[in-house]
Nanobody
């Protein structure tokens, strides 16, 4: 399985921005972001088909978060703008080396990072 490592989390005030990065140790077919707030289930944020550069975002973040990638670096990004306190969560990067149709479930991804904390204060 490919290894993935996230970075870029931190604390920011509401309305601010952060960019998360995720580096994969090898080629992947699709990569995604999930988040988990305390006491809540892990939530899908979005994913990208790496070669096609096609992205999908959850409705809760659409228009504020943008997924992008740099294939030459096997790197995934999550640009988060206009952050809200409800965006506070541990953010996880995930990767799949196989094609999955519209991967929005945890089981669709075989590799996971350790997570990076994002805290948004009001």
């Amino acid at each position: 399985q490919v290894q993935v490592v996230e970075s870029g989390g931190g604390s920011v005030q509401a309305g601010g921005s952060l960019r998360l990065s995720c580096v994969a140790s090898g080629d992947t077919y699709c990569m995604g972001w999930f988040r988990q707030a305390p006491g809540k289930r892990r939530e899908w944020v979005g994913f990208i088909y790496m070669r096609a550069r096609v992205t999908y975002h959850a409705d809760s973040v659409k228009g504020r978060f943008t997924i992008s990638q740099d294939n030459s670096k096997n790197t995934l990004y999550l640009q988060m703008d206009n952050l809200k306190p409800e965006d506070t969560a541990m953010y996880y990067c995930a990767a799949s080396q196989q094609w999955v149709g519209y991967p929005t479930n945890e089981a669709d991804f075989g590799s996971w990072g350790q997570g990076t904390q994002v805290t948004v204060s009001s």
